[in-house]
């Protein structure tokens, strides 16, 4: 992606967000200036350590507006950390209509998906067979608020605003904003580790190469190790 695209879509993010006076925390505004000083700022160090902030990602397929997720991460902890114990992420999303988060599974986390308001969100889920990265043809149970449902594998489920699934472990899934309406989404989870806890199916990369054409507006959190 190049990432004069990336600084818009994190513009177009901020006024979603607060089109729904959902408030970020304030290193979300941050400049990229102010980021490199207080990059090795004991006092900030959780924010970088445990990757919270601005992310997004195009699957590395190159066409963000048909395959792709905007992300922020507000709050997270690492695995077996003394320094960041808290056993728990969470994330606020944005799918734009018809726009596809590709099908992957965690091996570890265990999430709660919430659409917290815009269109309605549909989800296709199936269950991996066994440790392979293969699809299985086996009923997938899951709850929605409470309620257990089963579903043929790939059947859809359509999330209205305010309603939520929970995605245990090992199901594959994927979903989009039905057409005509975004879809403002929150995540919470287990501790979320996107460098080694995604399981794709298909040819897919968890974040996207950049193409350098302009200065960043804000910094992803796949910069944070370039500075």
Request: contains cysteine; aromatic residues 14%.
């Amino acid at each position: 992606m190049k990432r004069s695209e990336i600084n818009n879509e994190i513009r177009k993010a901020e006024e979603f967000f607060a089109s729904f006076q959902f408030k970020l925390p304030k290193f979300a505004y941050w400049t990229p200036e102010e980021m490199r000083a207080r990059r090795h700022d004991p006092k900030f160090r959780e924010i970088f350590d445990c990757n919270l902030g601005w992310d997004l990602t195009d699957f590395g397929k190159g066409n963000f507006a048909k395959e792709g997720l905007f992300l922020f991460t507000i709050r997270n902890g690492i695995t077996g950390s003394a320094a960041y114990p808290k056993p728990y992420a969470e994330k606020i999303m944005i799918s734009r209509s018809n726009q596809l988060t590709l099908t992957h599974c965690h091996e570890f986390k265990r999430e709660d998906i919430i659409n917290r308001g815009g269109g309605r969100l549909v989800f296709e889920l199936f269950n991996r067979k066994g440790n392979l990265v293969e699809l299985d043809d086996t009923p997938v149970k899951v709850s929605r608020d409470g309620e257990e449902l089963i579903l043929k594998p790939g059947e859809k489920l359509i999330l209205e605003p305010g309603e939520s699934i929970l995605l245990e472990r090992n199901v594959f899934h994927r979903f989009y904003a039905e057409e005509g309406s975004d879809v403002m989404i929150g995540e919470v989870s287990a501790v979320n580790d996107d460098h080694n806890d995604n399981i794709f199916y298909g040819e897919q990369q968890r974040f996207p190469t950049i193409i350098e054409d302009e200065e960043p507006y804000r910094y992803l959190v796949s910069d944070y190790f370039s500075f």
